[in-house]
């Protein structure tokens, strides 16, 4: 009796210094997150001023990100390793570790943009905001939306969030695709007012903001996982079995 009361007591400690690691996770994460999403207002607001030290900001402010991916990983392992959590406390780490992967690549992203804008005023001496501005701020602001959702849902373990994020993704993608495909038909327009860079370099920031918008699709998963234990594979095996398999159209990328 006596063991087992001792061997209770310890699972108590474990679980309450579990959840200050837990705590102290998802305040990095939401540093990290936060800080993804800042850099990538900053990038595509500098689109309309054409402010290259705000991108160059950008561009240095990604180690900052990186560094936290870097902390909160090391968090998770130390976790994993001293307190050796059960059930959805270990499911909660494990989604934590691939989480950061997906905001780190957001990061990534804004720096793209923040690259392009570069490009465009140093190499191609652009002086004019590039065709389709007000979209891509229109993209960029849903893509915002859909982090603020993602955090408040991590914070509150809502698995919800899928189908919220799930379908402004997929009016994110239907504005991204449109404006592109738009783009590509000014090109054969007699009346061309852009130079063809312009029109390349617009529909390549087009592509990056959607590439946000499918790493977002990731983090709602996620959070799926962590509310629910069904795993991204799984509930991708569903819904195609339901006929909705163009949910899942959006790519996983494997490099930066």
Known sequence: MATKKS??????????????DKARMYALVQ?????????????????????????E???CGDDAIDELEEQIDQECLYSIAMRQPMREDLRYVYAVMKIITDIERIGDQAVNVA?????????????????????????SRRCSEMID?????????????????????????????????????RLSSPYLAETPAEIFIAIDLFRHLKRVADHLMNLGEKVYFIATGVSPLTLKRQLVSQGCSHEYSHPTESAK
Request: proline letters at 2%; glycine letters at 6%; aromatic letters at 4%.
């Open 57 to 59: 900001d950008v561009i």
């Open 31 to 55: 540093q990290m997150t936060i800080g993804a999403r800042e850099a990538l207002a900053k990038a595509v607001a500098g689109l309309r001023t054409l402010d290259v030290g705000a991108e």
């Open 115 to 139: 690259e392009r804008l570069k490009e465009y005023v140093n190499d191609y001496h652009g002086r004019a905001p590039l065709p389709k501005i007000d979209d891509l701020l229109d993209v």
């Open 149 to 185: 959702d993602f955090l408040l849902a991590l914070d509150k373990e809502d698995g919800g969030v899928l189908a919220v994020i799930r379908e402004k993704r997929r009016e994110t993608v239907r504005i991204c695709r449109k404006c592109a495909e738009s783009l590509m038909q």
């Open 7 to 20: 061997e209770s007591s310890e699972r108590s400690l474990e679980n309450y210094l579990y959840s200050s």
